[in-house]
């Protein structure tokens, strides 16, 4: 019967309106599909796509309800993929159904997620994230809604405070090393270039600095940047940016500048910095944070500053000749990383990056990078003659 029918969908919706659908057949998910599909052609037309809304609209997220209308309203073939619908009401985005919407007008019924009123104050903040990372109002949205702070952003806060100050402070018994501190040369975590065959210090070096002031940007950059961006787009991709950018950083003093040390993180921090820059860049019409001219004169005065200290730093007298101050190249094999690797996984919200062509170009480049720095490591040395500073 008609109501029998009608309690029977809202039940399917319900279902599929949560996190929990398996990987199972469509007809098993949704008994009613033969209704909307008879040929089982894995589609469903615009008209019964949109009365099913209409009738059960009232029981979905009403930003979901909005990204669904979008979906009917920019497709021109007169057809839902069925899939695309699952996947969306499962909080699965595939490429197709990103594609379905940016094809379209992409026209939201309803006001801004900017102009809703009555939030809390971790709903203004999860808004105010969205906002300074994400340049579509639909991504915006879906992110306001899915997001649950589980996990919280761990791995730019455990860098930050067990990296930074736990080492420093409790095991070196200080909160930073000048570079005219005797203890500056002699540790086991900075790249040192006689030292380069112990390949842990490619990556440890971030956790040394070169004075108070080069650690305290770092921090505030990292922490400023590096939090909302893993916020929005997660551990695992914030990460490998960062962490992709600090082997950069040391593989690129160890080719380019071969006699010098290196310490600090800014090749990780650059790398997400100049990433979310050239985001921001690329989608400037779209970006809608507050202030966005001004605060980006401001990151990039900062990191100027910093680039300038290092460079200044490079050339002066060393305090432990012959052997000199920590280069500045870890800074520029950050930028490299973040304005390639980074700006596609910024780019790409909680799209399959295996999917995307620049994804693999760049990944391709980078990992072609890193073989080329381990055989210059292993054979340049030695070719060029170079004369190396005395080990710490």
Not at 102 to 126: D, F, H, P, V, Y
Not at 201 to 208: C, H
């Amino acid at each position: 019967s008609p109501a029998v029918a009608a309690s029977s969908e809202a039940e399917e919706i319900e279902v599929l309106d949560s996190e929990d659908v398996l990987p199972m057949a469509a007809e098993d998910r949704f008994p009613l599909l033969s209704q909307f599909d008879p040929d089982n052609t894995g589609y469903i037309s615009t008209e019964k796509f949109r009365s099913l809304l209409q009738r059960h609209g009232s029981e979905l997220d009403p930003h979901k309800l909005e990204v669904l209308l979008a979906l009917a309203d920019s497709n021109s073939e007169g057809r839902i993929c069925y899939q695309d619908f699952v996947n969306l009401m499962s909080n699965k985005r595939s490429n197709s159904f990103r594609q379905a919407i940016l094809q379209g007008n992409r026209r939201l019924c309803s006001k801004a997620l900017l102009e809703e009123t009555g939030l809390s104050l971790s709903q203004r903040l999860i808004r105010h994230v969205a906002y300074e990372t994400l340049p579509r109002e639909i991504d915006r949205k879906w992110y306001y809604d899915s997001y649950t702070c589980c996990p919280p952003p761990w791995f730019m806060i455990t860098i930050t405070i067990v990296a930074f100050f736990l080492y420093n402070g409790v095991v070196l018994d200080r909160f930073v090393l000048q570079v005219s501190h005797p203890l500056y040369l002699k540790n086991a975590l900075l790249y040192h270039p006689q030292l380069r065959a112990q390949a842990w210090r490619y990556l440890t070096y971030i956790f040394m600095h070169a004075g108070i002031e080069h650690l305290g940007l770092n921090v505030v950059l990292q922490l400023l940047v590096g939090i909302p961006l893993e916020m929005v787009h997660g551990a695992a991709r914030i990460s490998f940016v960062y962490v992709a950018g600090v082997v950069a950083g040391s593989l690129a003093v160890s080719v380019a500048d071969m006699t010098a040390p290196v310490v600090g993180s800014s090749g990780g921090v650059y790398a997400l910095v100049s990433a979310h820059l050239a985001n921001i860049v690329m989608n400037w019409s779209g970006m809608k944070c507050q202030f966005k001219l001004l605060r980006m004169a401001v990151a990039l005065i900062c990191m100027s500053f910093e680039f300038g200290r290092a460079v200044w730093l490079r050339f002066h007298p060393s305090a432990y000749p012959p052997c000199p101050h920590p280069s500045f190249m870890a800074h520029l094999g950050g930028v490299m990383v973040g304005i390639t690797l980074g700006v596609i996984i910024l780019r790409n919200y909680e799209q399959r990056l295996q999917d995307q062509t620049l994804w693999w170009i760049f990944l391709s480049i980078y990992v072609i990078f890193v073989l080329f720095a381990i055989f210059w490591n292993i054979f340049a040395y030695s070719l060029l003659d170079l004369k190396l500073p005395p080990p710490p």
